[in-house]
């Protein structure tokens, strides 16, 4: 069964920083297009920052130059780097992935859990 489990989650003070990892699991041919997004109650959820096959990254604006998003295609893992945090970057921080299973041709959309991101000022 194809997954995406989150990971690295936790409270930091302002300013500090905290990795987020992403770890997908399965029998998975290729991955696509993988991202971060998040969500507070009550708002939609918004991106963070994704990542193409080919590398290119897109960042929200309220995280440009504070984040940063890796990915492994070995390992099947996508970091998210998170530098300079505020107590607006609190949330649930979901993975999202495009992912081509072992058994088929088409490309699928999956998303983690969510793990909670909680920054004290």
């Known amino acids: 069964q194809v997954q995406l489990v989150e990971s690295g989650g936790g409270l930091v003070q302002a300013g500090g920083s905290l990795g987020l990892s992403c770890a997908a699991s399965?029998?998975?041919?290729?991955?696509?297009?993988m991202g971060w997004y998040r969500q507070t109650p009550g708002k939609q959820r918004e991106l963070v920052a994704d990542i193409t096959s080919t590398g290119s990254t897109t960042y929200g604006d309220s995280v440009k130059g504070r984040f940063t998003i890796s990915v492994d295609h070995v390992l099947k893992l996508v970091y998210l780097q998170m530098d300079g945090l505020k107590p607006e970057d609190t949330a649930v921080y979901y993975c999202?992935?495009?992912?081509?299973?072992?058994?088929?041709?088409?490309?699928?959309?999956?998303w983690g859990q969510g793990t909670q991101v909680t920054v004290s000022s």
């Open positions: 999202r992935g495009v992912l081509t299973p072992l058994d088929s041709d088409i490309p699928r959309l999956y």
């Open positions: 399965g029998s998975i041919y290729r991955l696509g297009t």
